[in-house]
């Protein structure tokens, strides 16, 4: 994840020599830290992506899908999916949020996936609610040595050959236990949340020898409505997220038209100023896009990066809150 955004000369080229390197480790037994967790730049409308705690947030139910396509013109470059349904449940006279989410990541010949299930208990406060939210699940991360090419804009450089017995091998996978934590607050006018995944720092031991393992992950988020009004509305957020070892900090404004239209502008720490655009089609389906415009060297190899979110609302027949604290967000 953080890696890839703060690598400005990451290209075809070094595509191949990361590809090389990946092949020696599997041949020599040598442990990979893995740092390509999935981040999305319109994650103010998914925060379930990064934190347990806010499922069943809206006290409705939720299915969200998006999909990124990072550094449009680069081969191999990252490819993210990502699917969650989340809701509100009331049990033993107390509320509690469920959900599930499917995450797959594609950085050219690895690719990782992450099956998990939330749970979050819900906390009425004077001021808000709180949610304490639990994610356990799996994750599995392959190499597929068939996707390997030793070519660079179509040519066969001095460096690698397609005879060279490191690209011999063969596609394997390796899966983990995973597990985080999160907690998420949200009032009327603002929201702050704190989450780590990767709690256990998951390790995927290969066939070949080779052991990936995920650093912990921690996210810090928050957003505040700055004006609120039927006709015109302003939010400001700011999201840190860290695996200990890099660090990626963002910043953006939202404009909320008419609570029909949502248009913002965000800059990413040394990466990217990104521009989105939000439409509610209905009171129950939302459409969001998002364009990132590195601000780098890396500028002139790359067109940017795109982004998509659906998400449709929908209700179910179970008992609800009295007391309903709507998001600040753009669902």
Same mark, same amino acid.
């Given at each position: 994840?953080?890696?890839?955004?703060?690598?400005?000369?990451?290209?075809?080229l070094?595509?191949?020599?990361?590809?090389?390197?990946?092949?020696?480790?599997?041949?020599?037994?040598?442990?990979?830290?893995?740092?390509?967790?999935?981040?999305?730049?319109?994650?103010? @409308?998914?925060?379930?992506?990064?934190?347990?705690?806010?499922?069943?947030?809206?006290?409705?139910?939720?299915?969200? *899908? @998006?999909?990124?396509?990072?550094?449009?013109?680069?081969? *191999? @470059?990252?490819?993210?999916?990502?699917?969650?349904?989340?809701?509100?449940?009331?049990?033993?006279?107390?509320?509690?949020?469920?959900?599930?989410?499917?995450?797959?990541?594609?950085?050219g @010949?690895?690719?990782?996936?992450?099956?998990?299930?939330?749970?979050?208990?819900?906390?009425?406060?004077?001021?808000?609610?709180?949610?304490?939210?639990?994610?356990?699940?799996?994750?599995?991360?392959a190499?597929?040595?068939?996707?390997?090419?030793?070519?660079?804009?179509?040519?066969?450089?001095?460096?690698?050959?397609?005879?060279?017995?490191?690209?011999?091998?063969?596609?394997?996978?390796?899966?983990?236990?995973?597990?985080?934590? *999160?907690?998420?607050?949200?009032?009327s006018?603002?929201?702050?949340?704190?989450?780590?995944?990767?709690?256990?720092?998951?390790?995927?031991?290969?066939?070949?020898?080779?052991?990936?393992?995920?650093?912990?992950?921690?996210?810090?988020?928050? *957003?505040?409505?700055?004006?609120?009004?039927?006709?015109?509305?302003?939010?400001?957020?700011?999201?840190?997220?860290?695996?200990?070892?890099?660090?990626?900090?963002?910043?953006?404004?939202?404009?909320?038209?008419?609570?029909?239209?949502?248009?913002?502008?965000?800059?990413?720490?040394q990466?990217?100023?990104?521009?989105?655009?939000?439409?509610?089609?209905?009171?129950?389906?939302?459409?969001?896009?998002?364009?990132d415009?590195?601000?780098?060297?890396?500028?002139?190899?790359?067109?940017?990066?795109?982004?998509?979110?659906?998400?449709?609302?929908?209700?179910?027949?179970?008992?609800?809150?009295?007391?309903?604290?709507k998001?600040?967000?753009?669902?």
């Open positions: 994840m953080i890696h890839r955004k703060k690598n400005a000369r990451f290209g075809a070094n595509s191949v020599i990361l590809l090389f390197f990946v092949l020696i480790c599997n041949m020599t037994g040598t442990v990979l830290w893995a740092q390509n967790d999935i981040t999305m730049s319109q994650c103010t @409308a998914i925060p379930s992506l990064l934190n347990p705690g806010s499922a069943g947030r809206t006290g409705t139910y939720q299915a969200v *899908g @998006a999909f990124r396509k990072q550094w449009v013109g680069i081969k *191999g @470059a990252p490819q993210t999916s990502f699917l969650n349904v989340n809701g509100e449940v009331a049990f033993l006279k107390n509320f509690h949020g469920i959900g599930a989410i499917v995450t797959h990541d594609a950085e @010949a690895l690719t990782t996936m992450n099956i998990a299930a939330d749970y979050s208990y819900h906390i009425e406060l004077d001021k808000g609610m709180l949610g304490l939210g639990l994610r356990v699940g799996v994750l599995n991360t190499f597929n040595a068939s996707d390997l090419s030793t070519t660079v804009d179509g040519l066969e450089d001095d460096y690698h050959q397609s005879s060279d017995p490191l690209l011999q091998g063969s596609d394997e996978s390796a899966t983990a236990f995973d597990a985080g934590f *999160g907690a998420f607050f949200q009032s006018k603002s929201y702050l949340g704190f989450s780590i995944l990767h709690l256990t720092a998951p390790k995927m031991e290969m066939n070949s020898g080779a052991t990936i393992k995920r650093r912990p992950l921690m996210d810090l988020c928050a *957003g505040r409505k700055l004006r609120e009004s039927t006709t015109l509305g302003f939010e400001a957020r700011a999201n840190l997220l860290t695996d200990f070892s890099s660090t990626e900090i963002d910043v953006a404004l939202l404009a909320n038209l008419k609570s029909k239209v949502t248009v913002g502008v965000g800059y990413r720490l990466d990217a100023v990104f521009f989105q655009v939000g439409a509610n089609l209905s009171s129950a389906l939302f459409v969001g896009y998002d364009y415009l590195c601000v780098t060297d890396f500028r002139t190899r790359t067109s940017g990066s795109h982004e998509i979110v659906l998400a449709y609302t929908f209700s179910v027949d179970v008992e609800r809150r009295t007391k309903r604290y998001s600040v967000r753009i669902l």
